[in-house]
Nanobody, 117 residues
């Protein structure tokens, strides 16, 4: 099994920055693609960014140029650096991992990011 623990959420003013972390434990050798999703009140959950085990990244159009996703395999940790935050970035952010050999993805507990105007 794989466990994901998130940290770094909080309250920030528009234009500010936050860095989210997701630490993986358990059968970390089985983790392939990891990513961040977010869900704002009254909205559907959406993919923010994904990263492969080799470090290849893809971003949602809404965050390109502002967010940077990285993965430290030695520390079994994924990071989401969020710059130039906007009020519309306000959401609960969830860490996700595609686990080889498992029927379901691993998910973190979620961390709330609130961007004030």
């Amino acid at each position: 099994q794989v466990q994901l623990v998130e940290s770094g959420g909080g309250l920030v003013q528009a234009g500010g920055s936050l860095r989210l972390s997701c630490a993986a434990s358990g059968n970390i050798f089985s983790i392939n693609t990891m990513g961040w999703y977010r869900q704002a009140p009254g909205r559907q959950r959406e993919l923010v960014a994904i990263i492969s085990s080799g470090g290849s990244t893809n971003y949602a159009d809404s965050v390109k140029g502002r967010f940077t996703l990285s993965r430290d395999n030695a520390k079994n940790t994924m990071y989401l650096q969020m710059n130039s935050l906007k009020p519309e970035d306000t959401a609960v952010y969830y860490c996700n991992a595609k686990v080889g050999g498992m029927p379901l993805d691993a998910w973190g507990q979620g961390t709330l990011v609130t961007v004030s105007s």
